[in-house]
């Protein structure tokens, strides 16, 4: 694709991240945890990694961060984000370069989803200067797994989409 | 890049289940309740209160933080939150708290009620030889 094309496609996805993160930010999930989240943005941010790479989707993820502080947040908000955005972003494509053979993209993104609760409580843990906020961990590594399964799934669709319609290869990457 | 769901996922996906499952198991076994357990109220990293646990005693504080209030209560031995300015208002849905190591935590106030046994009080009553 052409240097436009890409610019454009990212700043699409970028869009499209927001919005997911607004539509998630209206559902609450009062049972889990404080905060909780089901992390939606992650198969915009997985569909990334898979078809443009590490920078680019880094690109996207910091740009989605700082524009929803912009739009929706606080400055607290923003930290929680940008940290578990930064972290499953490195998580992801680790587990994409290293384990292709093992794992589907469905494992993977269930890897991601556990670093996102995981790094949203340790910095809660940091806010609060207690430990006794890893007490949450557990019960929301069990939620992440569903969320990370219907991620995958998503980006799994996606992806193959775009492979085939948009960059017309038919085989796996 | 693989497509479909394969065994290695599932085993994933087992293992961070059993993993979870062992420290929730865990957690609430270490759980006690007890007439001495003592409750401190955190606000913004400040110690604001510590207050006994027991069955007779009643109270009511009002917690101000710089973002805004959480009125507690206690009463028969057990903490809860009543009214707050929060937008999400889960401090209250964290229900009633009694046991030693548990929490309600209210974010956008950064308040933090934690539940801790007594330990002023305990004494050895063992030493190995």
């Known amino acids: 694709?052409?240097?436009?094309?890409?610019?454009?496609?990212?700043?699409?996805?970028?869009?499209?991240?927001?919005?997911?993160?607004?539509?998630?930010?209206?559902?609450?999930?009062?049972?889990?945890?404080?905060?909780?989240?089901?992390g939606l943005a992650n198969i915009?941010?997985?569909?990334?990694?898979?078809?443009?790479?590490?920078?680019?989707?880094?690109?996207?993820?910091?740009?989605?961060?700082?524009?929803?502080?912009?739009?929706?947040?606080?400055?607290?908000?923003?930290?929680?984000?940008?940290?578990?955005?930064?972290?499953?972003?490195?998580?992801?494509?680790?587990?994409?370069?290293?384990?292709?053979?093992?794992?589907?993209?469905?494992?993977?993104?269930?890897?991601?989803?556990?670093?996102?609760?995981?790094?949203?409580?340790?910095?809660?843990?940091?806010?609060?200067?207690s430990l006794s906020m890893y007490t949450y961990l557990p019960i929301m590594s069990l939620v992440s797994i569903f969320t990370g399964c219907f991620v995958g799934y998503t980006s799994i669709y996606i992806t193959d989409n775009l492979n085939k319609n948009l960059l017309n290869k038919t085989k796996e990457v | 890049m693989k497509t479909k769901i394969n065994i290695y996922d599932m085993l994933l996906i087992i293992f961070i289940i059993v993993i979870s499952s062992f420290f929730i198991l865990y957690n609430s076994r270490n759980i006690t309740y007890s007439n001495t357990n003592i409750a401190v109220i955190y606000s913004e990293d400040k110690i604001v209160g510590e207050y006994i646990l027991k069955e007779s005693y009643k109270n009511e504080i009002a917690v101000k933080s710089s973002n805004g209030y959480n009125n507690i209560k206690i009463e028969n031995g057990?903490?809860?939150?009543?009214?707050?300015?929060?937008?999400?208002?889960?401090?209250?849905h964290q229900g009633k708290i009694s046991g030693n190591g548990e929490n309600i935590v209210c974010l956008p106030n950064k308040l933090i009620i934690k539940v801790m046994s007594d330990k002023k009080n305990k004494e050895i009553d063992f030493i190995a030889p």
């Open chain 1, 1 to 38: 694709m052409s240097k436009l094309q890409r610019y454009i496609f990212l700043s699409l996805l970028t869009a499209g991240a927001m919005i997911l993160s607004i539509i998630e930010g209206m559902i609450p999930l009062p049972f889990i945890a404080p905060g909780a989240r089901l």
């Open chain 2, 78 to 92: 057990k903490i809860w939150i009543e009214g707050a300015s929060c937008p999400d208002q889960y401090c209250i």
């Open chain 1, 44 to 129: 915009v941010t997985l569909t990334a990694i898979v078809i443009f790479g590490f920078k680019d989707s880094m690109l996207v993820v910091i740009l989605r961060c700082v524009l929803m502080m912009f739009v929706a947040g606080n400055p607290i908000s923003f930290i929680y984000s940008v940290t578990s955005g930064v972290l499953s972003v490195i998580v992801m494509h680790m587990g994409l370069k290293y384990t292709k053979k093992y794992f589907s993209l469905i494992g993977i993104s269930v890897l991601g989803a556990i670093t996102h609760n995981a790094s949203q409580i340790t910095v809660s843990a940091i806010m609060f200067e």
